[in-house]
């Protein structure tokens, strides 16, 4: 299996285009039995924030292009727990439409609309063709429901991560091919591999959380085709330049985002859905907590600004990856200086924001353990957010700062 995908990797053209790396987690691998939906975003848009809207139906939270007008989404959570995401796909168009690049808006108006698996194939049956879609879109729902879609401009197949014969690991990948595509077709097949192994190491523990997946999968240096992983002392760039190529890693210089969500067991209240969100470049990004029920009050550094469009907090991420892609001209930009991330002193900056990143997620903890009872409090809620983001604001600050040091 291993060579197939290699073999195929090998048969795609150079070309850059848009992509992603994805999972469902259904209970049976994650730490407290709840499903986890983890997306990493890829794309050209460099700056991503999260806004709150009212849809047809519900509200939500999504993650989109600081500079788009509403009406896309690229990964979001409704007030019912119906969240979505998608990675693009490029073996499932079969018709000559030129209709394409409607994802996100697709996503979107499911978001205002769906509660469950079962509304998201019914809007799915009653949406306009062509679709303007070549996608594999992920769902899970508060009912316990956790699937793929494969969707093209006229059709769509369910790949269902609870069904033992289809997911019998209780999980799925996926990147940028689609399983009932054309064969040997698609893009990300090396990334697909590493993500595949990673998991896998993992899987029989069963103790996967949002956070375990951030470090272990969006933040990974490992490369399943070279066998190596940057992160081990063995394989650092630090002993020869400090310098690697910015080729196949699950993230690049493209990835702009990661999102995990947290979703809840069927007996509880899907409110506590919880949507775990780094902006910006994930080596240098920080995940924060975000709920539906705080409507338009979630945190200040992760929404539009007062001044600009953008996330206060992508803008600081943004900032410390020029440090980790410092060439610009040519081909410069396919190289990353590895020893800004990570080094032997401990000054990387994966190595400085790891226990920030762990501090914020203690905070919160025994606050959503008692939620999870007694219901969300948002008054309690908005000031941890406070706390949260002075925190971001001078951890950043000091990292910025010091790096700008001759």
């Not at 139906?57 to 969240?83: I, P």
């Not at 396919?334 to 991330?341: G, H, R, V």
Request: charged share 20%.
């Amino acid at each position: 299996m291993k060579n197939l995908f290699i073999a195929a990797c090998f048969l795609l053209t150079a070309s850059r285009l848009l992509a992603c790396t994805s999972a469902i987690f259904t209970g049976k691998v994650t730490a407290d039995g709840r499903p986890l939906l983890w997306k990493n975003r890829d794309t050209d848009d460099e700056n991503n924030r999260i806004e709150f809207f009212s849809g047809k139906k519900y509200d939500f939270l999504a993650l989109v292009n600081s500079g788009d007008k509403s009406g896309a989404a690229w990964t979001g959570v409704n007030s019912t727990g119906f969240a979505i995401m998608n990675t693009a796909s490029y073996n499932l168009k079969d018709d000559k439409s030129k209709a394409q690049d409607n994802e996100g808006v697709l996503m979107y108006k499911a978001l205002g609309e769906c509660s469950t698996l079962a509304d998201f194939e019914r809007f799915l049956d009653k949406f306009p063709r062509p679709m303007g879609v070549e996608a594999n879109f992920g769902v899970i729902d508060a009912n316990g429901g956790a699937a793929y879609y494969e969707v093209n401009n006229v059709k769509w197949t369910k790949i269902d991560a609870n069904d033992p014969k289809i997911a019998p690991h209780g999980y799925l990948v996926y990147t940028n091919f689609s399983y009932t595509g054309r064969h040997d077709a698609g893009m990300g097949y090396v990334r697909f591999q590493t993500a595949t192994e990673l998991i896998a190491r993992q899987a029989p523990l069963h103790n996967f959380t949002p956070h375990k997946i951030f470090s272990t999968l969006s933040r990974s240096f490992y490369h399943s085709i070279l066998g190596t992983d940057l992160l081990n002392a063995a394989f650092s760039p630090e002993n020869a330049t400090g310098w690697a190529i910015d080729q196949d890693y699950i993230p690049r210089r493209i990835t702009m985002s990661a999102v995990v969500i947290h979703g809840v067991k069927p007996s509880e209240n899907p409110e506590m859905t919880t949507m775990w969100t780094v902006l910006g470049y994930p080596p240098v990004g920080i995940a924060v907590p975000l709920w539906v029920k705080a409507g338009p009050r979630q945190p200040a550094s992760v929404m539009k600004s007062d001044s600009t469009n953008h996330a206060v907090l992508c803008d600081y991420a943004l900032t410390l990856k020029r440090n980790v892609f410092p060439i610009m001209r040519g081909n410069g930009n396919k190289y990353l200086y590895f020893n800004a991330l990570y080094n032997h002193a401990g000054t990387g900056y994966m190595q400085q924001l790891a226990p920030i990143e762990a501090a914020i997620a203690k905070s919160f903890e025994p606050y959503i353990e008692k939620w999870r009872i007694s219901g969300l409090n948002t008054a309690e809620l908005h000031s941890l957010n406070l706390s949260m983001d002075t925190l971001l604001h001078k951890t950043y600050r000091n990292l910025i700062n010091c790096s700008s040091e001759p």
